[in-house]
């Protein structure tokens, strides 16, 4: 009985070191686990966009909640390479819930394009991603 014991206490002590390097480095995000424990808010973003349109970019933001508590006063930057930006507020958005907004941006001529897009709400939670829009023209 004894060697079983030590045996599974062994096998719990590596298993606990293994997860406790991968949160110290970052591969276990473990953020919206503890927002839902301390009922905090905990902004996700994404986005979608149109392709291959004429001299413009049609951007889509979609900003989730995963946390254990509400987020208030909800705001969306997108900036373009040109150093334009846009803002949109998406006010309250309660746990589990996602809400979109729209951003278009006029270009003077056709290629890629690398924007970045930020959420950002009044109880401190943030995130933020930057992706690559392809648009025809001159």
Not at 49 to 68: M, P, S
Not at 73 to 84: A, L
Not at 88 to 110: H, N, V
């Amino acid at each position: 009985m004894g060697k079983k014991l030590t045996i599974s206490l062994g096998v719990i002590a590596i298993i606990a070191v293994i997860a406790l390097v991968l949160v110290v480095t970052g591969i276990l995000n473990t953020s919206p686990i503890t927002s839902k424990i301390t009922q905090e808010p905990y902004l996700s973003i994404s986005e979608t966009h149109g392709q291959d349109l004429w001299l413009r970019a049609e951007i889509r933001i979609y900003v989730a909640n995963n946390g254990g508590a509400s987020a208030s006063e909800v705001m969306v930057n997108v900036g373009s390479p040109g150093g334009d930006f846009q803002t949109k507020s998406l006010g309250y958005i309660a746990e589990g819930e996602t809400k979109t907004a729209d951003f278009t941006f006029t270009l003077l001529r056709g290629g890629n394009y690398t924007f970045h897009a930020t959420a950002t709400c009044f109880e401190g939670s943030s995130d933020s991603t930057t992706f690559t829009v392809h648009v025809n023209g001159l």
